[in-house]
């Protein structure tokens, strides 16, 4: 039972899509993020059929692509861009460490994470597009668990910037060693299913996920000292633009 309560509470917390309601408990928190990938794959599997729908009905390319762009933000609520775009804000502020970790925390945005998210979608657009066979979209499809036992295993690893806060909280409190080893699992599934679909998609979207989680970590030390919870949301979105250019890339090998 604890585990499908921490089941609810992941779906809860990091997507939109309705669950039963219940009490909170903290021992129903230790495991969450063992279900954080979940989240991704209902994502990726809902970018799969959306193809499917498309090919079958005959829906257009660009509704295609646009609808599937969107499909990872209805699914979240905008959850990890709300992250992205504070950590764009603090990253071009140029400031101190400690004002940084204030702007990360300022419910406002600037004008420079603005244009990033616009950036943003036009380079994940630009990838999305040029990937038209059914394998390397399953790669992409892919990333989206890929991301986030990435994501989690960030939250368990690399120290926390602010040593508070909800996703301190959860980290500090959760089962380490059963959180991370879920974790591992799921990375190396995924990375597996990954590699068995093609060739030059999988190795490539692979090599880029695990290059960008270097180098948000790197990142993240140095500007910030850790990780926070809008940081973790960033490196999801950039983890995904990774695969996504790296599988459209790959799958022309």
Same mark, same amino acid.
């Given at each position: 039972?604890?585990?499908?309560? =921490?089941?609810?509470?992941?779906?809860?917390?990091?997507?939109?899509? @309705?669950? @039963?309601?219940?009490?909170?408990?903290?021992?129903?928190?230790?495991?969450?993020?063992?279900?954080? @990938?979940?989240?991704?794959?209902?994502?990726?599997? +809902?970018?799969? !059929?959306?193809?499917?729908?498309?090919?079958?009905?005959?829906?257009?390319?660009?509704?295609?692509?646009?609808?599937?762009?969107?499909?990872?933000?209805?699914?979240?609520?905008?959850?990890?861009?709300?992250?992205?775009?504070?950590?764009?804000?603090? !990253?071009? =502020?140029?400031?101190?460490?400690?004002?940084?970790? $204030?702007?990360?925390?300022?419910?406002?945005? /600037?004008?420079?994470?603005?244009?990033?998210? !616009?950036?943003?979608?036009?380079?994940?657009?630009?990838?999305?597009?040029?990937?038209?066979?059914?394998?390397?979209?399953?790669?992409?499809?892919?990333?989206?668990?890929?991301?986030?036992?990435? =994501?989690?295993?960030?939250?368990?690893?690399?120290?926390?910037?602010? /040593?508070?806060?909800?996703?301190?909280?959860?980290? =500090?409190?959760?089962?380490?060693?059963?959180?991370?080893?879920?974790?591992?699992?799921?990375?190396?599934?995924? +990375?597996?299913?990954?590699?068995?679909?093609?060739?030059?998609?999988?190795?490539?979207?692979?090599?880029?996920?695990?290059?960008?989680?270097?180098?948000?970590?790197?990142?993240? $030390?140095? $500007?910030?000292?850790?990780?926070?919870?809008?940081?973790? /949301?960033?490196?999801?979105?950039?983890?995904?633009?990774?695969?996504?250019?790296?599988?459209?890339?790959?799958?022309?090998?």
């Amino acid at each position: 039972m604890k585990w499908v309560r =921490s089941c609810g509470i992941a779906f809860s917390m990091y997507s939109r899509i @309705p669950m @039963p309601q219940f009490d909170w408990r903290e021992e129903d928190q230790r495991l969450v993020l063992c279900f954080f @990938p979940w989240v991704g794959a209902v994502i990726g599997l +809902g970018l799969m !059929l959306w193809r499917w729908i498309c090919l079958r009905l005959g829906i257009g390319f660009l509704a295609y692509l646009l609808a599937g762009t969107a499909l990872p933000v209805l699914v979240t609520g905008g959850f990890h861009v709300d992250g992205f775009l504070d950590t764009m804000d603090a !990253l071009h =502020s140029y400031q101190s460490r400690e004002r940084k970790l $204030e702007i990360l925390k300022d419910s406002h945005i /600037g004008a420079f994470s603005v244009i990033m998210l !616009l950036v943003y979608y036009l380079l994940y657009l630009a990838g999305f597009s040029e990937i038209r066979d059914f394998r390397s979209t399953a790669v992409m499809a892919l990333g989206f668990v890929i991301s986030r036992c990435l =994501s989690g295993i960030g939250v368990m690893t690399i120290p926390n910037a602010r /040593g508070g806060g909800m996703l301190w909280a959860m980290s =500090s409190h959760a089962e380490k060693q059963t959180v991370l080893a879920a974790l591992y699992v799921q990375f190396g599934l995924a +990375g597996a299913a990954m590699l068995a679909c093609g060739s030059g998609a999988g190795v490539l979207a692979l090599a880029a996920a695990v290059g960008s989680f270097v180098f948000y970590r790197r990142r993240c $030390e140095r $500007e910030f000292g850790g990780i926070t919870g809008d940081t973790a /949301g960033y490196f999801v979105l950039l983890c995904e633009l990774a695969v996504t250019i790296a599988a459209a890339i790959g799958g022309r090998f």
